[in-house]
């Protein structure tokens, strides 16, 4: 089954392309966007039937790999 | 002395480490990170480059590689790792050293020379090295280098900084950083200091018609340090 993934940017982490996204948008005419995060999107296929075990599977692929925990949080959708 | 340096795919500065290393007298291997084994080394050294192409992360694939195991049991028993550029990003991706290099501020790739200020020179790195500043080379697009406040005050308690970002007369300001580093950190260790990671190439400065010296100074001391 397939698990959807996003990895995005703690809160607080500089995102210089966010910024750089935001400021163009602006300068674009859309005066009201105040904020732009730009994240991750990972589509997981994984060889199992259980959506839990897929689950739980996809979340330590996260922690080992997909996200740094450093800089990063992840959401399985 | 023998030293070993790992060749990742996309690596591009392992051969200017050979022969750095080379001509300030290690005896040096070229290894495969697909090999699962390392010769027998004084000094570990991962290189610059483009390791997997800076999927994902920088360094998080090479990060997982299968030689990185023997990097990691060599590094925990003690022995000398270097990370250099790709190489620091390496490090910190395997959990090795703290924090992690984000993408420069300013957007842009960078490569010119700096300046960078020793901090800490009570290891095998940095004694008796002859000069606290040093001009290198950095060449990178994500060197910025990013912890938590409460990383950083134990890199700061334990003195694991290694250098910092300065002027060419040693001054550590903010317009002495070319990428947004906290604290205009350029490199740092572990906490017993036998494995430094730092943005700033030596491999590039070890020839006076080429670029400069520093990394000569930085290259012949490492090698008396260890004999």
């Given at each position: 089954m397939k698990i959807k993934v996003i990895v995005?940017?703690?809160s607080g982490v500089l995102d210089p392309q966010g910024k750089a996204i935001q400021q163009t948008l602006n300068g674009m005419g859309f005066a009201n966007v105040k904020d732009v995060r730009q994240g991750k999107y990972?589509?997981?296929d994984i060889n199992e039937n259980d959506e839990q075990k897929a689950k739980l599977a996809t979340e330590e692929i996260c922690k080992k790999l997909l996200a740094n925990q450093v800089i990063e949080d992840f959401?399985?959708? | 002395m023998n030293?070993?340096?790992i060749i990742f795919p996309g690596s591009n500065c392992d051969r200017d480490m050979d022969v750095a290393l080379k001509k300030f007298g290690f005896r040096n291997k070229m290894v495969w990170h697909d090999d699962d084994k390392l010769p027998k080394s004084d000094l570990i050294v991962l290189p610059g480059g483009f390791s997997y192409?800076?999927?994902l992360r920088c360094g998080s694939i090479a990060g997982k590689s299968k030689i990185i195991q023997s990097v990691i049991d060599f590094a925990n028993s003690g022995g000398l790792v270097l990370?250099?550029?790709n190489g620091f990003q390496i490090l910190t991706e395997t959990g090795l050293l703290k924090g992690v290099l984000q993408q420069n501020k300013n957007i842009e790739f960078i490569c010119k020379n700096i300046f960078i200020k020793i901090n800490n020179s009570e290891?095998?790195?940095f004694s008796n090295i002859e000069k606290n500043v040093l001009e290198l080379h950095i060449a990178h697009n994500e060197g910025n280098y990013f912890c938590s406040d409460d990383e950083l005050k134990s890199l700061e308690d334990n003195n694991q900084i290694a250098a910092y970002y300065c002027t060419s007369d040693g001054k550590i300001d903010e317009k002495s950083n070319p990428n947004g580093?906290?604290?205009n950190i350029a490199g740092i260790f572990n906490e017993k200091k036998n494995i430094l990671g730092m943005m700033p190439h030596p491999e590039r400065m070890i020839d006076q018609y080429l670029s400069g010296e520093d990394g000569s100074v930085f290259f012949e001391n490492l090698i008396r340090n260890l004999k």
């Amino acid at each position: 089954m397939k698990i959807k993934v996003i990895v995005t940017l703690k809160s607080g982490v500089l995102d210089p392309q966010g910024k750089a996204i935001q400021q163009t948008l602006n300068g674009m005419g859309f005066a009201n966007v105040k904020d732009v995060r730009q994240g991750k999107y990972f589509d997981v296929d994984i060889n199992e039937n259980d959506e839990q075990k897929a689950k739980l599977a996809t979340e330590e692929i996260c922690k080992k790999l997909l996200a740094n925990q450093v800089i990063e949080d992840f959401k399985i959708i | 002395m023998n030293s070993s340096v790992i060749i990742f795919p996309g690596s591009n500065c392992d051969r200017d480490m050979d022969v750095a290393l080379k001509k300030f007298g290690f005896r040096n291997k070229m290894v495969w990170h697909d090999d699962d084994k390392l010769p027998k080394s004084d000094l570990i050294v991962l290189p610059g480059g483009f390791s997997y192409g800076d999927y994902l992360r920088c360094g998080s694939i090479a990060g997982k590689s299968k030689i990185i195991q023997s990097v990691i049991d060599f590094a925990n028993s003690g022995g000398l790792v270097l990370g250099i550029c790709n190489g620091f990003q390496i490090l910190t991706e395997t959990g090795l050293l703290k924090g992690v290099l984000q993408q420069n501020k300013n957007i842009e790739f960078i490569c010119k020379n700096i300046f960078i200020k020793i901090n800490n020179s009570e290891n095998k790195f940095f004694s008796n090295i002859e000069k606290n500043v040093l001009e290198l080379h950095i060449a990178h697009n994500e060197g910025n280098y990013f912890c938590s406040d409460d990383e950083l005050k134990s890199l700061e308690d334990n003195n694991q900084i290694a250098a910092y970002y300065c002027t060419s007369d040693g001054k550590i300001d903010e317009k002495s950083n070319p990428n947004g580093a906290i604290k205009n950190i350029a490199g740092i260790f572990n906490e017993k200091k036998n494995i430094l990671g730092m943005m700033p190439h030596p491999e590039r400065m070890i020839d006076q018609y080429l670029s400069g010296e520093d990394g000569s100074v930085f290259f012949e001391n490492l090698i008396r340090n260890l004999k």
